[in-house]
Nanobody
Framework: QVQLVESGGGLVQPGGSLRLSCVAS????????MDWYRQAPGKQREVVAH???????SYRDSVKGRFTISRDNAKNTVYLQMNSLKPEDTAVYYC??????????????WGQGTQVTVSS
């Protein structure tokens, strides 16, 4: 089995910064894409950032220029650096990682979620 453990959430003032981490552990063959999602109360889950196996990144428009997704393949870890945080960034953030455990197909694994609250 594979486990994803998230950390780094918390309470910050508008304009502040946080860095989220998501570490994959367990028995698996390889990791493909990694993503960060978020879900605010009463809203649907939305993708925030994406990074390919080769390091190509993409972001939703509302976080471009403020958030940076990165990965450390040697540590099986994906990060989300969040700068210039706004109240509308408040949500539970989830990592999502596509992992092959058997060398054949891929499946998505989810982190447990970490709360990010941006408030004065």
């Amino acid at each position: 089995q594979v486990q994803l453990v998230e950390s780094g959430g918390g309470l910050v003032q508008p304009g502040g910064s946080l860095r989220l981490s998501c570490v994959a552990s367990g028995i698996f063959f390889s990791i493909n894409t990694m993503d960060w999602y978020r879900q605010a109360p009463g809203k649907q889950r939305e993708v925030v950032a994406h990074i390919s196996r080769g390091g190509s990144t993409s972001y939703r428009d509302s976080v471009k220029g403020r958030f940076t997704i990165s990965r450390d393949n040697a540590k099986n870890t994906v990060y989300l650096q969040m700068n210039s945080l706004k109240p509308e960034d408040t949500a539970v953030y989830y990592c999502n990682v596509a992992i092959s455990s058997d060398g054949f197909g891929w499946r998505d694994y989810w982190g447990q979620g970490t709360q990010v609250t941006v408030s004065s």
